[in-house]
């Protein structure tokens, strides 16, 4: 198992445990008269991500309203101070992280869902030299109960369609299970840091002007106003460098979700030095994810399914002859006898290229019907390829996706990348997409339907005027 070693301890943080722990039992005697202002199970936490000499004690005070909490995973927003990201998620290349504390495993199972609704790329060399991320992993280490995975996420700047993608993504995974942790310091004032809006003397007058800001700021997060948070920030220039991953949670919080603040400090409250400091603020929240899944179809209805479909190929491409749409029926578990439109997918293993996709939208048969047919044309008829042969077999990845039935919208602007599957119908030309479609190719709305449109051999703005649409989900699975 490959670890991404600490690179903050016994610098940004104590070096060993028994210090870690020594440092936050401190804090925890400062804090033990303190309670959550959150009524309900906390599973958000605003922490700041500066060295714990100077933001320890401020996060604290969120962390420990999580002490003894059992979560599954614990996904980290994160903002990028040294590299350059644009429109997609960084995750570590790793399977685990460590600290003093012990090693984390990253949940690799929720990041490769992640990356299929999301852009994602993994780079340890990021991760190694950002702090932002990797500074709460011990605080995460000393409140859970032990046996929970990480999902640190880096992100830099995000144009509108990109960063909608990444909201519904993260919206559709979050979960009852999973903590969801924002690191984001607050104003930074100085001339180093190029603002300086009420001179370069300090002083406190400076200190209250500038904590007026982050609490505004703060108080379209206790609202659930992700507009106004980013129309003050583009107002008053406040360098709150975590105001990225504090939008995307703030688009992807349900309905109804709870914040509050729990502390507020600067990095100059000790020396009353405030012609630079750093703000530092931490929360709490309740947020009550509504997955919507189709949840119609078990693991071992699955790999049913899988099993089929890869017999269904090897014995069109071996006889030249499909086998009868309904010759698995009699041993088909229950689900896949219900109505449903399906497409199977074939991709070459090493190179990951598409070697035949064919479907049928509409619900026309029982499931396991149009997944023995239509593996059998993906292999032998797809129009686009050479049939499959024999020697290609081995090669070859399976992928079944169930869909439900096809719903019209007004507009393509109704349209969510990563979760809808699309149809376009225009002048009597057709083409479909399904839902995984754009996020593989990492296109925003425009690029996905400008494809669509030469898909259906029409000119690549068609979509724009006179066009009708439909959008269907899928349940997706494939060989491992």
Not at 115 to 144: G, Y
Not at 372 to 378: E, F, K, L, Q, Y
């Amino acid at each position: 198992m490959k670890t991404l070693r600490s690179t903050l301890a016994g610098t940004w943080y104590p070096g060993s445990e028994p210090e870690i722990r020594a440092m936050t039992e401190n804090w925890e005697k400062d804090h033990r008269a303190d309670k959550s202002l959150v009524q309900g199970r906390v599973n958000v936490l605003l922490l700041p991500h500066a060295g714990w000499a100077y933001s320890g004690a401020t996060a604290w005070c969120a962390v420990r309203a999580v002490r003894d909490a059992k979560f599954r995973r614990v996904v980290i927003l994160a903002p990028s101070h040294r590299a350059w990201i644009e429109n997609r998620f960084v995750a570590p290349e790793s399977d685990a992280v460590s600290t003093p504390l012990g090693e984390l495993r990253i949940d690799k199972e929720w990041l490769d869902r992640l990356a299929l609704v999301a852009p994602v790329t993994r780079n340890d060399r990021i991760h190694a030299a950002e702090h932002s991320a990797q500074i709460e992993f011990p605080f995460l280490q000393l409140a859970l109960t032990p046996g929970f995975s990480v999902v640190p996420l880096i992100m830099g700047v995000f144009e509108p369609d990109q960063m909608g993608m990444c909201v519904r993504a993260l919206a559709e995974l979050m979960d009852g299970e999973t903590l969801l942790v924002l690191s984001s310091d607050f104003t930074h004032y100085g001339s180093d840091f190029s603002y300086t809006p009420y001179g370069t003397r300090g002083g406190e007058d400076v200190r209250e002007r500038v904590a007026a800001v982050d609490a505004e700021a703060l108080s379209f997060l206790e609202r659930g106003d992700a507009d106004g948070f980013v129309k003050l920030v583009e107002r008053t220039g406040a360098t709150i460098c975590g105001r990225v991953p504090i939008e995307m949670a703030l688009r992807a919080f349900p309905q109804g979700t709870k914040v509050s603040r729990c502390k507020y400090a600067t990095s100059g409250d000790t020396d009353r030095d405030f012609s630079r400091f750093v703000c530092y603020a931490a929360a709490t929240g309740v947020a009550e994810w509504k997955r919507e899944k189709l949840a119609v179809l078990s693991e071992e209805d699955r790999a049913f399914l899988l099993r089929i479909a890869r017999e269904s190929v090897e014995h069109a491409v071996r006889t030249n002859a499909p086998y009868r749409a309904d010759h698995f029926s009699a041993s088909a578990p229950k689900a896949t006898l219900e109505k449903m439109g399906a497409f199977v997918t074939l991709n070459d293993k090493a190179t990951g290229a598409l070697r035949g996709c064919i479907g049928e939208i509409l619900p026309m048969r029982p499931l396991v019907e149009a997944v023995t047919a239509r593996a059998a044309d993906a292999a032998l008829r797809d129009p686009r390829f050479s049939p499959v042969t024999p020697r290609e077999l081995s090669g070859l990845r399976v992928e079944v996706s169930a869909l439900t039935p096809p719903k019209p919208v007004a507009s393509w602007r109704d349209i969510v990348l990563g979760r809808d599957g699309m149809t376009l119908e225009k002048n009597g030309c057709f083409a479909v997409f399904l839902p995984q479609v754009a996020p593989e190719q990492g296109w925003d709305l425009a690029s996905t339907l400008s494809y669509l449109s030469r898909k259906a051999g029409l000119s690549s703005d068609a979509w724009r005027t006179g066009a009708s649409f439909e959008t269907f989900q899928a349940e997706v699975f494939h060989e491992q």
